[in-house]
């Protein structure tokens, strides 16, 4: 059943990445990477059983914010991939400060959902930390990887940068939070396997978003069909047409 469940999850998940390119353009893979690194710090507290591998939930949500820099590198360029990590940054230091000030509000009497929210929402501040440090350096060295693997190839080859940036990025990501959130508290060599399982399950995850990349590229070439013009970019057609008329 949890297998089942997480391929669906794939599927909605790198579809729903698309969806957002292509009603919003990079501004709807903005909204992801935020959206995804605060769904996926709450599943990550969800415990399965996934192909007979023990693992935490979240893997895919996580894995999504690769495939969403990846996108923006192509169709937008690397310097929008970088703006939507530092993005993703803030969203989490926002969800973390929020988090704590939701279990700090004392409930009344007619309140029925603060042991749950409590529960949803209680943080290990090393875990939290490690987590966040981990998916922000793991996502800018992708995108710095990607870009290098992009300018070395010709821009060819966009399989294999999309691959080997991800499942590096990725694994190095597993193995960084499993030492800092769980050394001393669990012997090196558990620390260890859990990297390598989770790693399992990242690489993949990442052979799995390479055709999305592909139908990202060469189906959703028009983005962001939802959104109005903006008086910014009124006032930047004008001026280009103004200096072409000079």
Known sequence: MNLFLGILELIVCFSGVLVMDRLFGKKGLYAWMALAVVFANIQVSKQVDIAGISTALGNVMFASTYLATDI????????????????AAAALVAYIIFALFTQVFVPNSYDVVDPGMKTIFAMSVRITTASGLMFILSNWCDVLLYQKLKEKTGGKHMWFRNNLSTILCNCAENFGFSILAFIGTYPLVYCLEIAVAGSLIEMLIAMCDTPFLYLARFISRKSGVLLEKEDDEDNESSDKTTEVTV
Do not use: Q
């Not at 192509?74 to 703006?83: C, F, L, Q, T």
């Open 72 to 87: 923006l590198n192509e169709k937008y360029g690397d310097r929008s991939s970088r703006n939507a990590v530092r993005i």
